[in-house]
Structure formats: structure tokens, C-alpha cells
């Protein structure tokens, strides 16, 4: 783990200089193949980070397909580590609720599921207009578990609060433990700024920063799980003691039948994204009938149609290899 922290560090010192990020200027990634003056144990260093990812050279164009149209897409054999296709990856762009892959990662890593948590005041008065929430109240008790799913299924904004003010003290303290993560796995073009993804011009990724996180999470069985689920039950107590129950429903048509899916291709799960600026976002894993997984990532989709439309026809890129 240190290692890698020291690995971007010293990628970022060398290649940039100093340079400041701003939210219209975005650090770029440098690959150990744009190196020539560096020394063995740099490179053995940078080899022993990316050998269990699959990397796209900066330089490296691919044939970009006229029916991919959104902001950035990228679709990974995540068995073999091989990029199949990728535009735009290293491009940034709004996150939306993809960004509650890397609070859930966090809470994974820091978090027991068994863990009971109070709703707060702050969580639950969420003073943006049409931000999609589980509707829980101050002074409700729910299992960390339970609050996961919430978010990751449903995609509640409040669930995301009450998950970051348990681990952190505050949604503040939780946000800087994100961005740290999010260096440690090296996805150094990310910054966060809340957990839950509603819009700020401060917050940004990019598709290769969300496969990073994203191949993080798939290391959690917990995590697996929850992104297989078409909806969940949510049982928990509020203030004065009283058991309620609230059912969820996935953000993910595929689980909902909503979505035909490519014959030979099996979708496992993972979490969408949207608002006005971000458009429309998904990062999914899927797997063929050998068994080989795959990653797929869209980034700013005009529409939920064509989101949609998009991903099933990445997935006729594995079905036709």
C-alpha cells in the first residue's frame, strides 16, 4: 500500500512540476513507457503497481466506433486485463452517484457491517432539489450493512451521509480519506469533494480512475453481492424505537427487466450515475459464457436510452471477439 502511495508521488513530482490542479485544468497521467531517465528500481516499482491492471498508454489511439458517442467509454477483460476499447479514459468528467463506488470502497475497508448507525440532522436535510433519497430521518438506527445497500441499490444520498459522518465524524473528514484512497490506488486525475455525487465543479474523475476504484471493490465479496441485487429491504428502527421497513428498488434495468440483455453475456451488477452535468454514467461487470468477466464504463451519456443502448452494445464486443 505504501508502495503505491510513493509510486504517484513520484510519477506526479517528476512529470508535472509542481503543476496545481483547477477545476478547467486536470493533471494528466504518464505512463512508465514516456519514460527514459529513470532508474531500474523506479521502473520494477511502477511494473509491481500495474501488474494486476489493465493500462491504456496515454499516446495509444484506438479506432473509436461512431455508435459510442458519450463522453468516455471503456471495456476491460477484466480476467485476461486486456483493454478492448477505450475513448477518451484519461478525459475528466463529472461523477454523479459513481462516486459512492469509492465511499462504499472506504466504508468497506474502515466499516463492520454489523455497525449501528444514527442518522444526523445533516444526512437526512439534503437541501438540493431533486436529490434522490432513501428518505430516512434524523435519529433513525440502521445497520452499516444495511445503509450500504441502500446506497449502492438505490442510490440514496442521505445513505451516503449517515455511511461517511459513522466512519469519519464527519462528511468532511470522510471525503479526505477519499481522495487518499483514491491516490493510493492511483487514480491520482480524481477529486472529491462530498460522498455521494451531487453536483460540485470541484468533483471529477475519469473512466480509467473509476475502473481503478471500481477493480478495487471487486476484491469484496460484500460488495459483489450487493451490486447482484434488483432490490432490498431495508429494516431498521427510528427515533422513538418503532421498526420500519422500506423496500429499494436497483437504479440498474437490467436487474429490472427493463433491459434486454446480449445472449452469452450475464450482467453481475454495479452502479449508475446522473445529473444535468454529468449526464448519464454507469460502471457495470459483466461475464461471458467462458466465465471471463468484464468491465464496462460510460461516462456522459446524453440520455438514459442511450446509455443503455451503448452498454448492450459494448457487450456485443465480448459476445463477437
Known sequence: MKKRVIICILIMSIFLGGC?????KFLSYQTITNVSHVDNNFIAEENLFAENLAVLPEDEVMEQDPVLDSGATLLINHT???IIYADNVYESFYPASLTKLLTALVALRKGEMTDMVTVSYNASHIPVV???LCGFKEGDVISLEALLKSMLIYSGNDASIAIAEHISGSEEAFVK???RVATELGAVQSNFVNSHGLHDDNQYTTAYDIYLIFNELLKYDTFLSIIN???????????????????????NKYHLGEEDIEEGIEVIGGKTGTTNKAGY???LLCKDENGHNYIAIILKA???NSLYSQMSYLFKYITDK
Open 80 to 82: 485476461d486485463k486486456e
Open 130 to 132: 431533486g436529490a434522490k
Open 177 to 179: 480519506e477519499m481522495n
Open 229 to 251: 441485487m434488483a432490490s432490498y429491504e431495508a429494516i431498521y428502527t427510528d427515533a422513538e424505537g418503532n421498526q420500519k421497513e422500506k423496500t429499494f428498488y436497483s437504479t
Open 281 to 283: 454514467c454507469f460502471s
Open 302 to 304: 446524453s440520455d438514459n
Open 20 to 24: 496545481q490542479v483547477s477545476s478547467d
